[in-house]
Nanobody, 124 residues
């Protein structure tokens, strides 16, 4: 079974920074894409950023210029560095791992995994 564990959330003042980490554990051969979503109170979950196995990042507009996503394929980890945070960035942040392959002999058999989330609170 593959699990994602997020860490690094917390309380920060507007203008501050936080670094969120995500570690995938279990029997993992490869992960196609890792990413982050967030959900503000009373709002729908929304895409934040993702990064391919080759290291190509993708960002939602609100994240461009402020957030940076990176990953370490050897450690199955992804990091979201968030700078110049705003109160509107408050919410639960969820890590995702897409097209996870657990058996190289069954490369077509993939799964998508979500973490349980870590809370980010930005005070004004």
């Amino acid at each position: 079974q593959v699990q994602l564990l997020e860490s690094g959330g917390g309380l920060v003042q507007a203008g501050g920074s936080l670094s969120l980490s995500c570690t995938a554990s279990g029997s993992i051969f490869s992960i196609d894409e890792m990413g982050w979503y967030r959900q503000a109170p009373g709002q729908q979950r929304e895409f934040v950023a993702s990064i391919s196995m080759e290291g190509r990042p993708s960002y939602e507009d609100f994240a461009k210029g402020r957030f940076t996503i990176s990953r370490d394929n050897n450690k199955n980890t992804a990091v979201l560095q968030m700078n110049n945070l705003e109160p509107e960035d408050t919410g639960d942040y969820y890590c995702t791992a897409d097209k996870v392959v657990t058996d190289s002999a069954r490369w077509w058999d993939t799964m998508d995994v979500w973490g349980k989330g870590t809370l980010v609170t930005v005070s004004s």
